[in-house]
T-cell receptor, first 113, second 112 residues
Framework: KAGVTQTPRYLIKTRGQQVTLSCSPI?????VSWYQQTPGQGLQFLFE???????NKGNFPGRFSGRQFSNSRSEMNVSTLELGDSALYLC????????????FGPGTRLTVL | GQQVMQIPQYQHVQEGEDFTTYCNSSTTLSNIQWYKQRPGGHPVFLIQLVKSGEVKKQKRLTFQFGEAKKNSSLHITATQTTDVGTYFCAGPPTSGTYKYIFGTGTRLKVLA
């Protein structure tokens, strides 16, 4: 089985721009979660989608949004980028039931200049 | 909100020494997962504990879930250089949400 893929792997943007990141989960997995990882704040939960619906949301501003498509692929969007948005964005897929392990993708390294 | 702290933040050990990281949650957890992230890599699932007081072993790794389901530990016996990385615990509140809160992580360095 192919693993979780994320595109692009690296991205450089400037303040004020917006960005869209993509995540393709493992085949058959219906849940996709997004995390932001920074040296200062660690791994922080952004949101989780299951069957095209946002099931859980973390404590991030509305500039961070996401969606999931019928094939379970997910995108997250960050508008009006700030310097503090520079981070590794990780997505994780799972079958979607409680107590499932999460399979992480390699991440997208976003740098905001 | 829920906080999950891990101690120590960093640990340097000589190869062959033992290592333990502790995970403490401010709220009761319905289950706890442990992940390992190698330098430059992504988190990889190690194990999940669900029952109060549960203990699981994977070769040199021993995982425990506290009786009150608010803390957990990972112990590595006779560390090897391949154990290098950051170890995270993660868990959702008892309410059964799918929202996983990750611990602050313990970065392990093993000196050969």
């Amino acid at each position: 089985k192919a693993g979780v893929t994320q595109t692009p792997r690296y991205l450089i943007k400037t303040r004020g721009q917006q960005v869209t990141l993509s995540c393709s989960p493992i085949s058959g997995h219906r849940s996709v979660s997004w995390y932001q990882q920074t040296p200062g704040q660690g791994l922080q939960f952004l949101f989780e989608y299951f069957s095209e619906t946002q099931r859980n949301k973390g404590n991030f501003p509305g500039r961070f949004s996401g969606r999931q498509f019928s094939n379970s692929r997910s995108e997250m969007n960050v508008s009006t980028l700030e310097l503090g948005d520079s981070a590794l964005y990780l997505c994780a897929s799972s079958p979607g039931q409680l107590y499932n392990e999460q399979f992480f993708g390699p991440g997208t390294r976003l740098t905001v200049l | 909100g829920q906080q999950v702290m891990q101690i120590p933040q960093y640990q340097h050990v000589q190869e062959g020494e033992d290592f333990t990281t502790y995970c403490n949650s401010s709220t009761t957890l319905s289950n706890i997962q442990w992940y390992k992230q190698r330098p430059g890599g992504h988190p990889v699932f190690l194990i999940q504990l669900v029952k109060s007081g549960e203990v699981k072993k994977q070769k040199r790794l021993t995982f425990q879930f506290g009786e009150a389901k608010k803390n957990s530990s990972l112990h590595i016996t006779a560390t090897q250089t391949t154990d290098v990385g950051t170890y995270f615990c993660a868990g959702p509140p008892t309410s059964g949400t799918y929202k996983y809160i990750f611990g602050t992580g313990t970065r392990l360095k093993v000196l050969a």
